[in-house]
């Protein structure tokens, strides 16, 4: 079966620390891996990745994808409270436009 | 722009009662899709709508859903009845073209968080 998992499952750290978060997969087809924040409602869009070892930069974070080893992480630097939110990755797999997810990634930045 | 739009944010309905929920796409979107994610779970995808037609409904859990979309805009999305395993928030998402050929991302709404009591 197609699978996403995210780890950890929650993170607390203080502001300016870095993070990184972790999504492994396991799915047939693979074609992209996405990456969205969700604060309190809508998920809102931060990467999309389709190559191996180019890394996708915003800002403070960072996003690299591996597909050898069938893994991304998500980088976030000098973190805010803002950065508080549940981070999600998902993948698509060709031939289908529905996106296969991960539990996600609690992130708690304390000041 | 307006963004995707749900109705209502939150639903609270007995076991057995019967609940329709209602998506806005952005004006001009064909493509819309209904994601759910229930309590502890991951958020899994429903179904997807080009226009009116149903592209692709292989995540639809059991009859009891039903999903319209008639003149091909805003769609909505039946439970009936309702069971407690329903419980959960309701994402709808759209995009213009299929999203993934033009490598643009979905836009989601704030959802519709369901409570079956």
């Known amino acids: 079966e197609d699978k996403v998992v995210q780890s950890p499952l929650s993170l607390v750290v203080h502001e300016g620390d870095t993070v990184t978060l972790n999504c492994s997969y396991e799915?047939?087809?693979?074609?992209?891996l996405l990456w969205y924040k969700q604060e309190k409602k809508a998920p809102t869009f931060l990467f999309m990745l389709t190559s191996s070892g180019i890394e996708k930069k915003s800002g403070r974070l960072s996003s690299i994808l591996d597909k050898k080893e069938l893994f991304s992480i998500l980088n976030i630097t000098a973190t805010q409270t803002g950065d508080s939110a549940i981070y999600l990755c998902a993948v698509t797999q060709g031939g289908s436009e529905k996106l296969v997810f991960g539990k996600g990634t609690k992130l708690t930045v304390n000041p | 722009e307006a963004g995707v739009t749900q109705f209502p944010s939150h639903s609270v309905i007995e076991k057995g009662q019967t609940v329709t929920l209602r998506c806005d796409p952005i004006?001009?979107?064909?493509?819309l899709y209904w994601y759910r994610r229930v309590m502890g779970k991951e958020i899994k995808f429903l179904l997807h709508f080009v226009k009116e037609s149903k592209q692709d409904e292989s995540g639809m859990p059991n009859n009891r859903f039903l999903a319209e979309r008639t003149g091909g805009t805003y769609s909505t999305l039946k439970v009936q009845p309702a069971e407690l395993e329903d419980s959960g928030v309701y994402f709808c998402?759209?995009?213009?073209?299929?999203?993934?050929?033009?490598?643009?991302?979905?836009?989601f709404g704030n959802g519709t968080r369901l409570t079956v009591t």
């Open positions: 004006s001009g979107h064909d493509n």
């Open positions: 998402a759209s995009s213009l073209g299929l999203w993934s050929s033009y490598n643009s991302p979905l836009h």
């Open positions: 799915v047939t087809n693979f074609r992209s």
